[in-house]
T-cell receptor, first 114, second 117 residues
């Protein structure tokens, strides 16, 4: 069964600190993996997209890694800011019946405290 | 338009009434997705379209839910005989790519929050 699991479910850190969010997936055949940031009450916004041949991709203070062998990804946030408080959702794309479908994780809720 | 537009932003209705939620995707975007999102959860897939063709409706909870995109642009998600469990945020997203070509970046609207009393 295609699944995407994220951990931790929620995380609270102090402003300025770093953190790492995890995503494990059981998806086949894998096409790509995305990380989205969703501010409270807003729609998700794409942070990174990685194919199986890419093992790291950065977007400012956000760095995503991908290990296609172990089917794990992480999102590292450096020098956190209050505006980083949001839910971070991992999404894996799978090719099924000649169409690409997105399998969504439940997200990690990140709270940055001053 | 500049972004994905959804209306109404908020809808309160009585149990048993029908509701129609509208999505106006980014101009030129081929695929359009409907999701439902409960508080604190990731989006739950409902259905999607390539152009005007509904490709997958396996996520629709039951036959009270339907969606159409007759001209390959604006889409309407209709819920008939609403029930309290239908209360949720309904989000629409669009992508430049058709799903058989690849899964392009999704751009989400602000959502329609439905409350069924």
């Amino acid at each position: 069964k295609n699944q995407v699991e994220q951990s931790p479910q929620s995380l609270i850190i102090l402003e300025g600190k770093n953190c790492t969010l995890q995503c494990n997936y059981t998806v086949s055949p894998f096409s790509n993996l995305r990380w989205y940031k969703q501010d409270t009450g807003r729609g998700p916004v794409s942070l990174t997209i990685m194919t199986f041949s890419e093992n790291t991709k950065s977007n400012g203070r956000y760095t995503a890694t991908l290990d296609a062998d172990t089917k794990q990804s992480s999102l590292h946030i450096t020098a956190s800011q209050l505006s980083d408080s949001a839910s971070y959702i991992c999404v894996v794309t799978v090719l099924m019946d000649s169409n690409y479908q997105l399998i969504w994780g439940a997200g990690t809720k990140l709270i940055i405290k001053p | 338009g500049a972004g994905v537009s959804q209306s109404p932003r908020y809808k309160v209705t009585k149990r048993g009434q029908d509701v129609a939620l509208r999505c106006d995707p980014i101009s030129g975007h081929v695929s359009l997705y409907w999701y439902r999102q409960a508080l604190g959860q990731g989006p739950e897939f409902l259905t999607y379209f390539n152009y005007e063709a509904q490709q997958d409706k396996s996520g629709l909870p039951n036959d009270r839910f339907s969606a159409e995109r007759p001209e390959g642009s604006i889409s309407t998600l209709t819920i008939q005989r609403t029930e309290q469990r239908d209360s949720a945020m309904y989000r629409c997203a669009s992508s430049f790519l058709a799903s058989e070509v690849g899964a392009g970046e999704l751009f989400f609207g602000e959502g329609s929050r439905l409350t069924v009393l």
